[in-house]
């Protein structure tokens, strides 16, 4: 197992996974660029991508390869891009696509989906372990119905994967998985591999203990014990509630967060809405410039 700590939000983290690989200059780099700014659960699907994308890029390098992004879209237009959204169609075709490439390539992946910012358009980002012969992409989109171009390039952000999952987290519970890897390598992580503590989670545990209590009939709506949780958390912040002396420790450093703004799991409307990834765009990840609309 591997600890480490966010101190500017008290977050505290336990990898329980093998080969750790995110160094600390990483790690001080993802606390810039995403906490305060994104709920915990968004920060441990940022963890987790982040890990996989660095452990593929070492593993990349262990076979003599280096890893490249791509960007695989559909040749659709955009009318019905709009209309389909993020149907279980355009999900199953992106992962049969990316399937059928690795077969073909005996490359391994890490890949998440994305909503273009401008046209709403479904598209896919993903890092391979090792460059993609043109041959074998035009194989795989033969084989599976209506992907448009797949962009690769060398050189890239490891974040730049992060930036969908900070942007748009409203969209979870569509029945579609949104992230994820192919292939086996050392460092290969999931969800579970991260386990994240803080003074704001001790509030939703606080609120969530009380539930019973205070439910009609045994039952409460989540968002309102979301809401007591971010009130708890308030009143920490201010000094008029003690979580323990291992929460309250860091209260001097989170002086300048609201309850509204930092790591509460309950994500109402669009997510994290007030996420920007111009920092992401700026550093180039190969998805901004792609025409989506076009076919290869």
């Known amino acids: 197992m591997h600890f480490f700590e966010f101190s500017s939000a008290g977050i505290r983290v336990v990898f329980r996974g ?30 987790v991508v982040s890990q996989n994308v660095s452990a593929l890029i070492a593993h990349a390098k262990r076979v003599g390869r280096q ?7 559909f040749c659709y237009d955009n009318a019905y891009m709009q209309e389909m959204g993020w149907s279980k169609e355009l999900t199953d075709k992106l992962r049969s696509f990316r399937s059928v490439l690795r077969k073909l390539s005996g490359l391994e992946c890490v890949w998440a989906l994305e909503r273009n910012g401008k ?68 460092g290969k992580c999931g969800v579970r591999d991260f386990v994240l503590d803080s003074p704001m989670a001790e509030c939703r545990r606080l609120a969530w203990a009380e539930r019973p209590e205070r439910a009609v009939d045994g039952w409460e709506p989540h968002c309102e014990t979301w809401e007591r949780a971010r009130r708890l958390f308030d009143l920490w912040l201010a000094g ?3 979580l323990g002396a291992e929460y309250d420790k860091y209260r001097e450093t989170m002086q300048g967060f609201e309850g509204r703004r930092v790591g509460d799991a309950y994500e109402d409307g669009d997510g994290d809405t007030e996420f920007a990834v111009d920092n992401l765009d700026a550093d180039g990840g190969g998805g901004t410039d792609v025409e989506a609309g076009e076919a290869a």
């Open 18 to 47: 093998e080969s750790f690989c995110l160094t600390s200059k990483m790690l001080a780099d993802f606390e810039y660029r995403y906490v305060g700014r994104v709920s915990e659960r968004t920060l441990q699907s940022m963890l």
């Open 240 to 242: 008029k509630l003690s």
């Open 119 to 186: 046209n709403a358009r479904l598209h896919e980002q993903e890092v391979w372990s090792g460059f993609l012969e043109l041959g074998l992409v035009e194989q795989a989109k033969w084989k599976v119905e209506g992907i448009g171009r797949c962009k690769v390039k060398e050189g890239f952000d490891p974040f730049y994967l992060n930036k969908e999952m900070g942007k748009r987290v409203g969209c979870r519970g569509n029945g579609g998985r949104h992230f994820g890897a192919m292939g086996q390598f050392a």
């Open 67 to 73: 890893a490249v992004f791509a960007t695989t879209t």
